[in-house]
């Protein structure tokens, strides 16, 4: 449930948090905002989920959620320090990616894991995954509430910490699984 919670829960954490991100930190007015989130984010991580569903099929969802998340984690670490507009599009458009792939991996790993209540696994995950989208905003704002503005860059620390713990997961998933 965590690796959902951080892939799709943290997905939908950021398509609501991204926009005020850019425009509050950057000074992007609201229409590019939404557009650079809809565009670099949303529908790339949407397409992402779709293409590595089948690498997952080859690799299997524990590698696939090793690479999916690592990649969050080096997006996250790139946009926590950022102050570059630049480079905050590229951990944007990382963080993404890794995390449509990770949305992927997750399912691949649900049929293994929980092979005789699959239906019952899958409501679950899908439920307390998509609450992250609902629990990881105020933590967030906590960081802009303390910090200020710089707060906004800062904040991302949080998926730096989340990307970690679902590496390790999945690490160990991986050596129980051989």
């Known amino acids: 449930m965590l690796l959902y919670f951080t892939s799709f829960g943290g997905f939908l954490a950021l398509t609501t948090w991204l926009p005020s991100f850019l425009g509050s930190y950057y000074g992007v007015a609201q229409k590019a905002a939404g557009m650079i989130t809809a565009l670099g984010f949303s529908i790339l991580a949407s397409l992402a989920r779709a293409f590595f569903g089948m690498i997952t099929d080859k690799i299997g969802g524990e590698n696939g959620s090793i690479i999916a998340f690592s ?26 990616l890794g995390m449509g792939f ?77």
């Open 71 to 96: 990649i969050v984690f080096v997006g996250s670490l790139m946009l926590t320090p950022s102050t570059n507009f630049y480079l905050s599009l590229v951990g944007i458009v990382l963080v993404g």
């Open 102 to 178: 990770a949305s992927a991996a997750v399912f691949k790993l649900v049929p293994k894991y929980e092979s005789e209540v699959v239906g019952g696994a899958s409501g679950w995950i899908g439920g307390l995954g998509a609450f992250g989208g609902f629990a990881i905003p105020p933590l967030l704002g906590i960081f802009v509430d303390k910090i200020g503005k710089e707060g906004y860059h800062y904040g991302f620390v949080i998926y730096v910490i989340l990307a970690s713990i679902c590496i390790l997961i999945s690490l160990m998933l991986s050596k129980t699984s051989k």
